[in-house]
Each structure stands twice: as structure tokens, then as C-alpha cells.
């Protein structure tokens, strides 16, 4: 019998943003900002993100532009180009979400195929092996090592030929609306949306929605997983 799949998206749905380590290098800078700072400004910078990732030139840096001028952060453009620089090395997105780690856990112990599918710098594997969250994912599919990303439809064919399950429907899971669910849909597969950071879609369509690891484990179950 052919195994069930399973992917997940990275960013903002098994990692997010480390706003201490962002704060943290940024005063190697001699720029000095609060943890609670970037987290008061984190919600508007993020809507800024949603309008914006379908057009702009580079969504990451007005996001962190918008993050860091909303913490107060003066003419935070050289800063946001170097924490871009520097992201390869040094991902800002480092917090693991330990409950939805603990969902893939639990399905891989039931035999079920998981991996990650994310638009990633290249280095997202070892990232997720230094934090200690790689062992339930069969592979780590980035972005970053291929000439394509989510929204195109390649990436997520290519997942299944990495698998080796090129007929499976696979149930992936993800925040973004555009790049993660209605692109998931677009190629057959079933998709969850992971709101875990709110954003609205740009329409209504019939997918189960989780704003939590628990309510993640009952959008799973309505696939049978
Ligand atoms: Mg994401």
C-alpha cells in the first residue's frame, strides 16, 4: 500500500523568527532594540508582508524593514541588507515550534512519509539538524538548492520524485496563503492552512484551517492522518 505524505513548510509553521537573536545581532552593529520591541512591531510588519509577497522585489527585506523601522530602529536599510547577507549563515528563523514538531514526530511514528517543503536560503537542513528537529523529516526540500520555489509547481513535483512517490497525495501544511495552500491545491494535493500568525486569504476556498498544534492534529485527522 502506497504511504500516506505529509509535508510541511518551514517558516512560520516549524520554525519562527528569533527576535533575541535578531536583537542580538543587531548590536553587533551598535544598534540596540528590544526583544519586546520587534515583537510589538511584529504583527503590522507581517501585514505589511502579506500584501506585499505576491509583488514586491524582495518580501524578506520589507518585512524586516518594516519590523526593525517599527521598533524604532533609524534608516534600517543597511542593516536589513546585511542581516540578508548574513542569513545563510545565520537564519533569524531558529525557534523551533516544538508542538507541531511533536505532530510530525507522531506521524512518522505511525508510519507516515513527512518532509519539508520550504523557500529556504539553501542551508535549511543544517539548521534543523543544529536545532535538533530534522529526525521525523525523510527529506528537506529548499528552495535555496533549486532553481525553483512555492509557488511553482516544480518544487512540489520535485518533492514527490525525491520521495519516490511520484503518485501520492500528499496533505501539506503551511501559513502562507498564496505559496503554501492555494499552490498545494493548484497541483492536486490537499493542503491545511497553518494560521499561526493570521493573514487572510485573497479568497474562500474549502480547506481546513489550524491556529494551533491541536487544531493542526484535527485538520490531520479530517485526511484520516
Ligand atoms: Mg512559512
Excluded at 501559513?175 to 492552512?193: Q, R
Amino acid at each position: 500500500m502506497q504511504p500516506q505524505v505529509v509535508t510541511f513548510d518551514a517558516g512560520h509553521t516549524l520554525i519562527e523568527l528569533d527576535l533575541e537573536f535578531l536583537a542580538r545581532r543587531l548590536g553587533e552593529r551598535g544598534v540596540h532594540v528590544e526583544p519586546g520591541a520587534l515583537d510589538a512591531a511584529a504583527p503590522a510588519a507581517w501585514r505589511l508582508y502579506d500584501e506585499l509577497a505576491a509583488t514586491a522585489d524582495h518580501p524578506w527585506k520589507e518585512l524586516m524593514n518594516a519590523l526593525l523601522s517599527g521598533a524604532g530602529v533609524m534608516e534600517p536599510k543597511p542593516h536589513v541588507d546585511w542581516l540578508w547577507d548574513q542569513q545563510r549563515e545565520h537564519n533569524l528563523w531558529r525557534t523551533p515550534m516544538p508542538g507541531m514538531v511533536e505532530r510530525a514526530r507522531d506521524l512518522a511514528g505511525r508510519g507516515v512519509v513527512c518532509a519539508v517543503l520550504s523557500n529556504s536560503e539553501g542551508t535549511l537542513q543544517k539548521l534543523l539538524e543544529r536545532i535538533g528537529i530534522a529526525d521525523p523529516f525523510r527529506t528537506i526540500i529548499d528552495s535555496g538548492n533549486l532553481p525553483f520555489a512555492k509557488p511553482d509547481a516544480r518544487i512540489f513535483h520535485h518533492t514527490l520524485e525525491v520521495l519516490g512517490l511520484p503518485d501520492a497525495r500528499p496533505v501539506h501544511i503551511g501559513d502562507s496563503w498564496s505559496a503554501d495552500v492555494e499552490a498545494a491545491l493548484a497541483v492536486g494535493w490537499d493542503a491545511i492552512w497553518y494560521r499561526s500568525r493570521g493573514g487572510a486569504p485573497g479568497k474562500e476556498l474549502n480547506v481546513p484551517i489550524a491556529h494551533d498544534p491541536a487544531e493542526a492534529r484535527a485538520a490531520l485527522a479530517t485526511f484520516g492522518l
